[in-house]
């Protein structure tokens, strides 16, 4: 059985400007060589017949949270939905922090999630670092035409004469040199003949502009740091603002997506883009930025910095913790590819900032399980409960609906014994008002099986409570005939003990105990909550199904998923991945 089908996507600002697009015929004549490549490639190329491009470009430099699963959704889903391809693209223009491991997790990640980067024959997953060439062609082109320049000042220098808001910026006294003058120290930057922070490129645009980032931003620096691709190729590495842009050219990309804090970078975005079509180095028609608010969600951090703190300094057991926020860690827990997209397509897509609360997650996960998740019953808590006239030795079996939303599914078998395992809340000596589960002189359904009555219990020295006594009714057995003539209000779980599993559970809470843990100037680590794991050793019904694809839902408990690390057939481990109801909200 699947989950429900995905509902019809809701419109928003991005479709309605792809709609405009394409009913105006704006990329109609854009030219594809079937790969990347500046005007040159492409030119040889037939129109595109992707009818869009969109891409999502993580940075190799951590694993995928659930922030970025928005930005899959939204930017592989319009794909899909516009017969259009997205592409895969790392971007690894950053040497210091990128590794591969990052590259194949993230791979990992958005396979699970069912996205696809192929188009027909193509294959797009790139490496912007594979367009390291073209953009120091692309950087030369930019310096001979006197659109930009290599300065020697310092650092500190170009920060202190960019500017502020409110106060203008002023000119390099390298501003004007010769464009040839330049040419030859980028080259020399290039082969390594200058030292970090010597110089650099920048682009000439504005020093009293506005706008911040068009202040001769920088194009290049000297990093003499080897790159997990390139190795030791390269000394110089582009910056973001400038090969961003570059690389969705140079993939013919169309919608380039991106989050709301690169707005003010637009016009940069456009002016690089546009003079290098100007300078016959990108085709046009050119790709387009367009911003939406990112994903902020209550009681968790999604910032990689801080989850790769979290990491390290061990506040968690590895990147797939079932804690954390990550893709890793949300699959680890239990949450399938389909409760994350459901969640997305919840979520839509605005421009306005806003905070999601932690409980939208766990619904779309409660919504997408309950249609599919195997039934069973779990005990936590146990306490021994013995039917007296029972007889020693004699089993029966049991029968319940495998899903009781599909009746095809069949029924699943269960024994039932004298000795039993209940949860210790099902049992009071002294009942609270409209407590109807057992108490002496109280008469229960086991859930499935028989009618008992409660004769009492026995206790330890200390008091505790070590078994339940309780005398089944032998006509009133689940799906007999007449086995509803004693009304009752109560009904239980229950496993044979002779039959049950053993099996250890680990029961999650809230990593942080703050709804926005780094918000304003505090410190993440100051809300962690101490409690946010805790493991017990329950019992299963015996049959219960331990494979890591396996969603459970233990009757009355909520939702658990066999480990994918740690559980194995003689040693079964469990996470639970949500409980049936939102507990959290009544506890505020
Ligand atoms: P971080 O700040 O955690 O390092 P990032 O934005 O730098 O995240 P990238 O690897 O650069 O991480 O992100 C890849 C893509 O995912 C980008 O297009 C980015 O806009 C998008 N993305 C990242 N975080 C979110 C989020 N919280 N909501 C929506 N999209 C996101
Ligand atoms: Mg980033």
């Known amino acids: 059985m699947t989950s429900a089908p995905s509902p019809a996507p809701v419109s928003n ?18 030219r594809w060589a079937g790969k990347p490549g500046p ?12 009818r869009i491009r969109t891409r999502f470009p993580p940075e190799p430099n951590g694993y995928l949270h659930i922030g970025h699963a928005k930005s899959i959704c939204l930017n592989f889903g319009l794909a899909r939905d516009y017969l259009g391809a997205c592409h895969l693209r790392f971007d690894d223009t950053n040497p210091e922090k990128e590794e591969d491991e990052y590259v194949n997790a993230i791979i990992e990640m958005v396979e699970w999630l069912d996205f ?31 659109l930009a320049y290599v300065d020697e000042q310092s650092a500190d220098e170009m920060r ?32 390594g003949k200058h030292p970090d922070g010597s110089m650099a490129l920048r682009a000439k645009i504005d020093m009293e502009s506005p706008n911040i980032n068009m202040r001769d931003p920088v194009m290049y620096r000297i990093r003499h740091v080897p790159h997990h691709r390139t190795g030791d190729r390269w000394c110089i590495y582009p910056m973001y603002s400038w090969a961003h842009p ?16 690169f707005e003010d970078q637009r016009p940069f975005y456009d ?9 016959g180095q990108l085709q046009r028609p050119l790709p387009r930025q367009y911003e939406f608010a990112r994903l902020n969600l209550s009681y968790v951090v999604t910032s990689k910095r801080k989850l790769l703190q979290l990491v390290r300094e061990g506040y968690v057991n590895g990147w797939d913790d079932p804690r954390l926020p990550t893709l890793a860690g949300l699959r680890r827990r239990g949450y399938t590819p389909a409760s994350i997209r459901l969640f997305c397509e919840r979520l839509g897509v605005s421009k306005a900032d806003s905070r999601i609360d932690y409980s939208i997650l766990e619904q779309a996960l409660r919504d997408d399980l309950d249609p599919i998740a195997a039934r069973s019953v779990a005990v936590l808590d146990p306490v021994k409960l013995v039917l007296t006239n029972y007889p020693q030795g004699k089993t029966e079996i049991c029968h319940a609906p495998r899903n009781p939303h599909d009746p095809e599914a069949g029924r699943r078998e269960f024994p039932l014994s004298r000795e039993l395992w209940i949860e210790r809340d099902d049992f009071r000596e ?3 008002k409209k407590y109807f589960r057992l108490f002496p002189g109280n008469t229960v359904r086991l859930k499935y099986g028989y009618i008992i009555h409660c004769t009492g219990c026995v206790k330890d020295e200390s008091g505790n409570i070590i078994e339940v006594h309780a005398e089944y009714l032998p006509d009133t057995k689940s799906g007999t005939p007449g086995s509803d003539s004693v009304k009752v209000k109560g009904n239980i779980t229950w496993i044979s003990a002779d039959h049950a599993i053993s099996a250890e559970i680990r029961l999650y809470d809230r990593l942080f105990s703050d709804p926005h843990p780094d918000s304003g100037d505090k410190n993440f680590l100051d809300a962690i909550n101490p409690d946010s794991c805790s493991t017990i050793q329950g019992w299963l019904e015996p049959g219960t199904q331990l494979t890591v694809d396996t969603p459970l839902q233990f009757e009355r408990l909520g939702y658990f998923v066999a480990d994918r690390k740690d559980s194995t057939p003689e ?18």
């Open 271 to 279: 002016w690089i883009l546009n003079h290098l079509a100007d300078l």
């Open 39 to 50: 005007a040159s490639v492409q030119a040889s190329g037939d129109s595109d017949p992707a």
């Open 246 to 261: 570059v690389e969705d050219a140079l993939e013919g990309i169309t919608h380039s997506i991106c989050t709301l804090e």
């Open 13 to 30: 600002f991005l479709r309605t400007i792809i709609d405009n697009d394409l009913a105006q015929g704006r990329y109609a004549d854009k």
């Open 430 to 432: 002294e009942p609270p």
């Open 160 to 191: 202190a004469t960019r500017g502020t808001l409110t106060e203008k910026g002023s000119n390099s006294p390298w501003r004007d040199r010769p464009a040839d003058e330049s040419l030859r120290l980028l080259d020399e930057m290039r082969d």
């Open 571 to 588: 040693k079964p481990v469990l996470n639970r991945s949500v409980t049936l109801k939102d507990s959290w909200a009544q506890r505020k």
């Open 116 to 146: 696809d980067w192929s188009y027909g024959n193509e294959n797009n997953r790139y490496f912007a670092s594979d367009y390291f060439d073209y953009m120091y062609q692309f950087a030369r082109a930019l310096v001979q035409a006197g």
